[in-house]
């Protein structure tokens, strides 16, 4: 278009289209150049302006065109000129921080506290652990792993993994979506829906890898989530890598919900954007304390504000409701009107890996948008025999599910009467969670005039020294008069003394949260001790290790109230 | 084991290869002819030297040479029998000869003195899984017959008798000992100039792959394709909303809720892709090994739902993450996770931290540490989460990920979720990285411009989608000068790269110590599933501690551990140092094929020669292909979008690229489908030597996997493939190829072969450096 000559009688202009002839000889043997450069005569003829306009244009698409888009930092306002020798010093002077900081003692400590199982999980495993015995290999009473329905002693099962080690091997080795979807992955994902009640149902490899591949499948950016915030960490890693705008309620607090979901709707009003995906996401029986959600109230906010319910059932799955169904079971709710439930196989199933239940169009969607779904090999088709084996023992014997809930009962009517301990599981729970009660939060079993002394008197067991209530000791967070480290470290003695006597606990290991200033306030994110109830044991011998909890913690606690 | 089942399973057939085992193992056959009434046993027609001559191939199998009239090379079946006289004898031999599975234990009147050693690969065939296994064939008895002659006459043909009992004692996996393995899910290939070492010369840079350049009507018409689609698509959604709302619901707000998934994100799903859904997550069953038996399905409403008519069909498997081939359910590997299914059971029922924390861990961890050369190492117990969850745990913000392009999406998964600043660079461009370093150095953060605390760069070993090999000696030149971390993940790598199969430092010959963070995954070579992470003992506490699947992630089931320890041992022969054996556990008791590692050696010598040979071949051939020779995944590249899915069908059913007056034979012949599916069977011993029209089950990868254009079969070879299903599938592609005009190529150095060209000189592919003419 530069080209286009310009009829002029100056020398300067005849030198000019010596040079621009050839050019425009060539530019002639381009097919469709007679129109475009008719078409930029008339439009100069017409109207100079345009065309300078028009030229503008052109160059500046083809600036944008040519322009890399990674360039990042260069194009940047901030970048800073230098020359190849300042770079090369620049590099020789880079001394970057080690990969990670070597464990402190303490971290070394708790890295040494786990125990390791020797041969085999079951309800009375032998286990070893350094600082015991010197690794010496005791057996103990499980209250620690998640064997609730006591499937790791089945036989029957341990029988068809085998056959189905003989027909499928061990690996899968492809993603669903190539050759890795074995008519096993298809039968447990018809099992599941059925004994849930839902349309259809999708397998992960890996329960945490479930949620945490949900959320962000149907929550993109701009879509709004509201989430309780005690959720587990495997929830929040899902939230934050969605991006989408996250609103907190407190922890299974259905008024704080409902106020949430109002402030939700008033933003939305102003904005007044288009129809944004919404989300409320919670858990049936909490991981970090053991409440249960109400799941009726839920269900009517859901629909009163027009939200979608994705429910992590990783722990009520299988253990609560009449016949194991979970909380759908529980409350009496059909579980298609949950929009997502999300579940595990690995915690009472004693498979492996993770499932969402839910409509044909949920579980399609996720088929190729579920990132750990999609780029993750299929799960062994051995743990998806062993977990389908698993829901037909559990549809064929119900009555574990009375025995859990009995159990249950028995542990908490011990513990329940323990002053110096908060148990924050709801009383249907198989996950009962212990916390140091806190010297402001007053036992039902305490005398009042008791708590008021105990309240303003410092430090634990025999120690006690007495201070005058103005200076209430408030060392601690999370409305705790102790530190996180001096609460774990209590506990720990608990879990060891425990251990001496035979009962095997564990306190609960946890990371940082996506957000401490908003999640970890609360009562919820309090350190504690997990117990898992199994129906391996009697109820006698529920009773005999729930006293020795109660003896232990008297022991390490003192008159703590 | 009753007879009628040992009498059902004629292609799992065991084959003892060293001159000693068969001796040893072949007092039946020794025996037998002194039982009256019994005709010698096939052992014994083979060592008496057997077969005398004159059976036309047409005998053998008389519908396959019909069909295949134009390969059958008559040379592969020299051999010939006298048809009445073996046809009894096969029938009774098979009852007691050790070649097959079933005939290892049970009723039949030679078993009792044969020796234990027979048996002690897989004492446990269970056979009712046997059976399914093979029940595509039990239904034909007659057909199988035929096969067993064709087996008869193929093990003849290789020049008699001692050529087929003189194998090396590595030719067959763990035989040499009387392990059963089945042909169907490990392949026999006792040739042993059919290997090669997959290595790269030390210190020198990894030149990149030559990839050759479509042409410019190839990728106009492309675009085109792609435009003609999505133009296609929008009307059909245009005029589909207004004609049928109904079935657009899910797809608009309705009751106040905004749509599950809007009809934009998802119209590259519904309009693109739905158009060949066949092709994807096709269901399998049995054991994904050399060959899957897949679920024959049919659509009647353009693959918006599928319905399983209840046949199947066994296809040669060239798309499964089994390079080393140990997706297997018999064999040494699988005996020791049977019996760690007895000891341990199929769960640990909790996290590491959370009392989850079994002794196999802390064995397998050991192991795995001492396989890549690393201090120490931590399991994961799925592949993805163990980048998701690690990245996290060692990268905050203030760190800088340098990460390739082309770069796993758990990479990216984990990236995101450390709060890091990640900068990518071009896929392999190494100019390009030392640019970037130099830029991110200088400048330090963004804004601030202090400088970075750390810089990790995260490659990939083995790119899953290019076939291209990370240039690692270039990178290490760079770590030298830049000093930034470095995290390799060896998803692909491990266990299929290198010598030894320890991944990329062993192929390139560095040491893995100068690495920070090796990374891997069980679910490719092993056979297993779940990943590690390798590292030096602080930084693996570290991670320990940190990373979220190790806080709060199920473990690792243990019968996959044990899978990992049996496999892992037998490629590193952990029996020949004292040190590697007492990382074992005391329970886990492999065959001494497995333990000497001569067996892993083998299925290492084997994927490489496959890999080259399939890579080379496909390239002379006139395709384009991409990535290094040596890798196992060998991307084709298809272009058209509408090639994907003829392609991937075609090979699934070979009746579809027949030329009609072949077809017609087929059809018209009184065959049931089963029967023409056996003739072709890639299981059956009859089409060990011959060339056969298998099915073939592929990968087609597009969009968003790969760039728009650049839509690609994805092959992934294994050692369990034999020499000959490579030559089948170089035969595949080259007559689906030439049908769907896909040969865009030149053919590299020296020009385009034909195929029997190509097979003919495979050896010559094989050692061919790739740059000079051949």
Redesign the interface.
């Given at each position: 278009m530069e080209a286009s000559p310009n009829p002029s009688s100056s020398p300067l202009a005849s030198a000019l289209s010596h040079l621009v002839d050839p050019l425009l000889h060539h530019f002639q043997r381009i097919p469709g150049s007679a129109i475009i450069l008719r078409y930029v005569r008339s439009s100069y003829q017409d109207d100079p302006i345009r065309s300078l306009l028009e030229l503008f244009l052109f160059v500046f698409a083809l600036r944008t065109l040519l322009q890399s888009r990674?360039r990042?930092?260069?194009s940047?306002s901030?970048?800073?000129k230098?020359s190849e020798k300042?770079?090369d010093e620049?590099?020789s002077e880079?001394?970057?921080?080690?990969?990670?900081?070597?464990?402190t003692p303490a971290?070394?400590r708790?890295?040494a506290s786990?125990?390791?199982?020797?041969?085999?999980?079951?309800s009375r495993p032998k286990i070893?652990l350094p600082t015991h015995h010197a690794g010496k290999p005791i057996q103990v009473t499980?209250l620690?792993?998640?064997?609730f329905t006591n499937l790791?002693?089945s036989d029957s099962?341990?029988e068809k993994?085998?056959?189905a080690?003989?027909?499928?091997?061990?690996?899968?080795?492809?993603p669903?979506?190539?050759?890795?979807?074995?008519?096993v992955h298809?039968q447990l994902e018809e099992d599941i829906a059925r004994f849930i009640g839902t349309d259809s149902c999708i397998i992960y490899?890996?329960?945490?890898?479930t949620i945490s591949s949900v959320i962000p499948a149907?929550s993109?950016r701009g879509?709004i989530i509201v989430a309780d915030r005690g959720v587990?960490?495997?929830i929040q890693?899902g939230i934050?890598?969605s991006r989408s705008t996250v609103y907190w309620y407190d922890h299974n607090d259905m008024d704080s919900l409902e106020a949430v979901l109002e402030t939700v709707k008033r933003d939305e009003k102003r904005r007044r954007g288009?129809?944004?995906?919404?989300f409320i996401v919670t858990e049936g029986i909490f991981e970090s304390d053991g409440a249960i959600v109400d799941l009726p109230k839920v269900q009517e906010l859901k629909r009163k504000y027009?939200f979608?319910l994705i429910l992590d059932e990783s722990i009520s799955f299988g253990t609560i409701g009449a016949t194991g169904r979970g909380l759908t079971e529980l409350y009496g709710i059909p579980a298609k009107e949950v929009d997502m439930i999300v579940g595990?196989m690995?915690?009472t199933l004693?498979?492996?890996g993770g499932f969402c239940a839910g409509s044909e169009?949920?579980a399609f969607?996720q088929?190729?948008?579920g990132?750990?779904f999609?780029?993750?090999?299929a799960?062994?088709a051995?743990?998806a025999v062993?977990s389908s084996a698993a829901i037909g023992t559990m549809i064929s014997e119900p009555s574990m599910f009375t025995t859990l809930q009995e159990n249950v009962k028995a542990l908490r009517s011990v513990l329940d009467h323990v002053e110096s301990l908060r148990i924050s599981s709801d009383p249907r729970s198989p996950l009962v969670h212990i916390q140091i009660r806190s010297k402001s939060e007053r036992h039902p079993d305490t005398p009042l005039e008791k708590f008021e002394r105990g309240k303003s008197s410092l430090g634990v067991g025999d120690v006690s020294l007495a201070v005058r209530p103005q200076q209430r000791p408030m060392v601690g967070s999370m409305g705790h008069d102790l530190g996180v480290d001096e609460q774990n470290r209590l506990l720990q003695s608990i879990v060891d003394d425990c251990l001496e006597h035979g009962v095997?606990l564990?306190r609960?290991?946890?990371?940082g949260s996506i957000n401490p200033k908003l999640l970890e306030t609360g009562p919820e994110a309090r350190p504690n001790i997990?117990v898992a109830v199994s129906t391996a044991f009697t109820k006698k011998e529920i009773e005999k290790a729930a006293n020795i909890i109660k003896a232990s913690t008297i022991r390490m606690l003192g008159k703590r109230r | 084991m009753p007879e009628s089942h040992s009498r059902e399973a004629p292609d799992s057939f065991t084959v003892s290869s060293s001159n000693k085992s068969q001796v040893d193992s072949f007092p039946t056959a020794a025996s037998s002819p002194q039982q009256p009434g019994r005709s010698p046993s096939l052992a014994a027609i083979i060592k008496k030297g057997l077969p005398t001559v004159r059976v036309s191939p047409s005998e053998v199998d008389p519908f396959a040479t019909k069909i295949y009239s134009v390969q059958a090379d008559a040379n592969t079946m020299t051999a010939s029998v006298d048809s009445a006289y073996i046809h009894r004898d096969l029938l009774a031999s098979e009852l007691d000869h050790p070649w097959s599975v079933s005939g290892s234990e049970g009723s039949s009147p030679g078993v009792e003195s044969q020796p234990p050693s027979m048996t002690t690969g897989s004492t446990s065939a269970s056979i009712e899984s046997l059976e399914s296994l093979q029940d595509l064939h039990n239904k034909n008895v007659q057909l199988r017959n035929e096969k067993l002659y064709a087996q008869l006459s193929s093990l003849a043909g290789k020049g008699g008798a001692p050529s087929a009992t003189a194998q090396p004692p590595t030719s067959h996996g763990s035989s040499a000992d009387g392990a059963v393995l089945l042909h169907s899910e490990f392949g026999y290939c006792p040739n042993q100039a059919f290997r090669y070492t997959s290595e790269h010369r030390q210190g020198a840079s990894l030149p990149h792959p030559i990839e050759e350049e479509p042409s410019y009507f190839t990728v106009l018409t492309t675009y085109i394709s792609y435009i003609f689609l999505i133009v296609i698509g929008h009307m059909r959604d245009y005029t589909g909303k207004r004609l049928f709302p109904k079935s657009y619901r899910h797809l608009v707000e309705r009751d106040g809720y905004a749509a599950l998934n809007s009809d934009f994100d998802s119209f590259y799903t519904r309009r693109l892709k739905a158009r060949m859904d066949d092709c994807f997550s096709r269901p399998v069953t049995g054991v994904c090994g050399r060959t899957v038996v897949t679920l024959d399905r049919v659509s009647d409403d353009y693959y918006q739902s599928f319905r399983l008519t209840g046949e199947k069909t066994r296809a040669l498997n060239i798309s499964a993450y089994n390079y080393l081939g140990f997706a297997q359910s018999h064999g040494g590997c699988a005996d020791a996770v049977e019996e760690c299914l007895k000891r341990y059971g199929v769960s640990s029922y909790g996290s590491r931290l959370g009392v989850g924390s079994l002794d196999l861990h802390a064995q397998a961890e050991k192991l795995v540490a001492r396989f890549v050369g690393k201090e120490d190492a931590c399991i994961i117990s799925m592949g993805f989460a163990t980048n998701s969850t690690t990245i996290p745990a060692i990268a905050s913000p203030g760190t800088l990920i340098i990460s390739d392009e082309y770069n796993h999406s758990s990479i990216r998964f984990g990236a995101r979720l450390s709060g890091a600043h990640i900068r990518q660079y071009k896929h392999n461009d190494m100019e390009k990285l030392e640019a970037l370093l130099r830029e991110c150095i200088s400048q330090g953060m963004p804004r601030t411009h202090r400088p970075w605390k750390k810089i990790l760069l995260i490659v990939e070993g083995l790119y899953s989608m290019e076939g291209t090999l990370v240039n690692l000696p270039e990178v290490m030149r760079l770590k030298e000068k830049y000093k930034f971390h470095l995290y390799i993940d060896e998803a692909h790598s491990i266990g299929a790269i290198g010598p030894n199969g320890r991944g990329v430092c062993d192929y390139f010959g560095i040491d893995p110590k100068r690495v920070e963070i090796l990374m891997g995954t069980f679910t490719k070579s092993f056979g297993a599933a779940g990943g590690y992470i390798a590292g030096d003992k602080a930084l693996i506490d570290r991670i320990r501690l940190t990373n979220h699947a190790n806080v709060y992630a199920e473990t690792l089931a243990p019968p996959v551990l044990t899978q990992i320890i049996a496999s892992m041992a037998s490629i590193m022969g952990a029996g020949n140092v004292q040190e590697e054996k007492s990382l074992l556990p005391s329970w886990v008791q492999l065959p001494a094929p497995l333990m000497d590692g001569s067996e892993g050696r083998e299925r290492l010598r084997r994927l490489a020669f496959n890999a080259r040979y399939l890579s080379s071949g496909l390239r002379k051939l006139g395709f384009i292909v991409y990535g290094h020779r040596d890798s196992p995944i060998v991307p084709l590249l298809i272009f058209h979008p509408a090639k994907m899915p003829l392609f991937s069908r075609m090979m699934l059913d070979r009746q579809q690229s027949l030329p009609p007056s072949e077809r017609i034979v087929a059809e018209e012949s009184d065959l049931t489908s089963e029967q023409l599916k056996a003739i072709n069977d890639p299981a059956s011993v009859a089409n060990m030597d011959r060339p056969a029209r298998p099915p073939i089950v592929v990968v087609v990868v597009a969009y968003p996997a790969t760039p728009l254009i650049s839509s690609r079969v994805r092959f992934c070879v294994s050692a369990a493939h034999t020499k000959k299903d490579i030559d089948d599938v170089l035969r595949a592609c080259d007559e689906v190829g030439s049908l769907l005009k896909m040969k865009y190529g030149s053919g590299g150095p020296g020009g385009r072969w034909n195929v029997e060209q190509v097979i003919e000189r495979c050896l010559d592919l094989v050692a061919w450096n790739g740059e000079d003419p051949i």
């Open positions: 990674t990042g930092n260069q940047g901030n970048f800073v230098l300042e770079i620049l590099v880079f001394t970057p921080d080690p990969l990670c900081a070597p464990l971290e070394s708790e890295l786990v125990p390791t199982i020797i041969g085999g999980v079951s070893s499980n620690a792993s998640y064997n790791a002693g099962i341990k993994a085998i056959l080690l003989r027909k499928y091997g061990v690996g899968s080795c492809s669903p979506g190539f050759y890795g979807t074995i008519d298809v490899s890996q329960a945490f890898s149907f993109k879509d587990n960490f495997a890693k934050q890598i288009p129809l944004t995906r919404r027009k979608r595990s690995a915690n004693g498979g492996g169009e949920v969607h088929r190729i948008n990132t750990a999609v780029f993750s090999a799960l062994p051995m743990l062993a095997l564990l609960t290991k946890r990371l997990r | -």
